[in-house]
């Protein structure tokens, strides 16, 4: 039976964690859904188009992650793409609570879609698109938390 795994999130930008989770999942379902949110509640600094271009420049040795842009619910972005599993990263114990609140209400919204987490990679525990977002903008050096189109991007962002 061919999966298909959506892995959503608001990638403002996309960073070695979200990466790493990309990488990982990619190897365990058949087709990944990389799915970013237009999310305007958290007043993204890149556009939605500049994220899924990004994301789709650096998944792109990743040869079954496809990059999907949505707004709305995620699980109607799910049956629209036919995941049947929603993939969502786990950094530290502070991440739990949300992550549990969300997936239940997934769960009431689509029952027939089921969220695995996957833990982050130990070095990308303390790591966050708004930290990353935070140093690049006081101009510090962020090259180990983001891939080089990333860091061009910023450069390009804010000079
Ligand atoms: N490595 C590094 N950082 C990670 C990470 C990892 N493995 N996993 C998550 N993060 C960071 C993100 O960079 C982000 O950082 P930020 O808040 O500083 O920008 C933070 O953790 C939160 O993760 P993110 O993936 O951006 O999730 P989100 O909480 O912004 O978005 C959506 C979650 C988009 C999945 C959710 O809002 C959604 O589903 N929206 C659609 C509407 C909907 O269906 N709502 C009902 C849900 S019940």
Redo the contacts with the bound molecule.
């Keep these: 039976m061919d999966v298909t795994a959506i892995y959503?999130?608001?990638?403002?930008p996309i960073?070695v964690?979200?990466i790493?989770?990309a990488e990982r999942v990619s190897s365990m379902f058949d087709h990944i859904v990389l799915a970013i949110?237009r999310?305007p509640s958290?007043k993204p600094l890149f556009n939605l188009e500049e994220r899924t271009e990004l994301a789709q420049e650096i998944l792109k040795p990743l040869g079954n992650v496809t990059v999907l842009p949505f707004d709305?619910?995620?699980?109607n972005a799910a049956v629209e793409v036919n995941a049947s599993v929603i993939v969502r990263?786990l950094?530290a114990v502070s991440d739990f609570d949300y992550e549990m609140q969300?997936s239940g209400?997934?769960r009431k919204l689509n029952s027939d879609i089921e969220t695995v987490f996957i833990a982050?990679a130990q070095e990308?525990a303390f790591?966050?698109?708004?930290?990353v977002r935070e140093i690049a903008s006081h101009g510090g050096d962020v090259s180990e938390f983001v891939h080089p189109m990333v860091l061009k991007a910023f450069k390009k962002k804010l000079g």
């Design positions: 959503p999130g608001t990638f403002d960073t964690g979200h790493d989770v949110a999310n958290k709305g619910l995620l699980v990263g950094r969300i209400m997934n982050a990308n790591l966050s698109s708004s930290i």
